[in-house]
Structures are given as C-alpha cells and as structure tokens.
C-alpha cells in the first residue's frame, strides 16, 4: 500500500514535510515544491497508486473524490477566476513522480508553465 522509496508516500507519512492544504483518509493535497502558478495543487491517494495505468473501475470513487474536494480547495486558496487540472502518465506523458497525483492550478496568469 505504501512504496517506502517514493516521496510523496513520504508526504502522506509526515516523514517529509509538505504544505499539506487539505487531508481525509483516503486523499491527501499539497503546495507543488515548484509552483507553475500563483496557486499549484498536488491531490494525491494515500495508498501508493504508481500512474494512472495502474487504475481500474473500482478506483472510481478515489479519483471521483480527488476531483470533487477541488474546487472547494481552490475557493479556500483563493482562486476565483477558473483553474485546470492535469494529469501526467508514465515516461511519455511527462510523469515525473511514480505516485499518482492530481495537479491543479490556478490563480492570474501570466504561468510558468500551462
Ligand atoms: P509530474 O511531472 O510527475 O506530474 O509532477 C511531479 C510534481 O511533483 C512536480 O510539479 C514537482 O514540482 C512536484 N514535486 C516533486 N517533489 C516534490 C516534493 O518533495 N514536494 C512537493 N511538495 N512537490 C514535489
Ligand atoms: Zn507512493
């Protein structure tokens, strides 16, 4: 359930710090330590998913869940003018961290990134 070389199991265990903005006991969302906008978002499983190709139907509430506490996030961080959510999968699609997470911007542009 829990990669102990991964580091955002590390985050979901408090065995590395992050500005953890949101947590219940399935999912827990984080600042990005590298923002690409005025507000970045992670919105992680707590359970070590790698990607999304690991996913299957029975995943459906957790990522329904990941989802839906997003809007309430950005409301309480103060974005107010739209945001957008991305997915980075596997080599190809430009994943980075082998823990499947949520990023969610928002907040003026200009962006670094997006
Ligand atoms: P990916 O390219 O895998 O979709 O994105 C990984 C994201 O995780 C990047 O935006 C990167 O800045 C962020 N990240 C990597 N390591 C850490 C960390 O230790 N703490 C936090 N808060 N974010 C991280
Ligand atoms: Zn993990």
Redesign the pocket.
Known sequence: MSDPNC??CK?VAGQ?P??KVYEDDQIVA???????APV?I?IVPKQHVPSMVEVTEADAPLLGRMMAVSPRLMRELGVTNGFRH???TGRDG?????HL?L?VFGGPRPWLKG
């Open positions: 580091i955002f985050i590395i992050a500005k984080f600042h990005d330590i590298h923002p690409w970045h992670l991305v997915v980075n430009g994943q980075e961290v082998m997470h990023h």
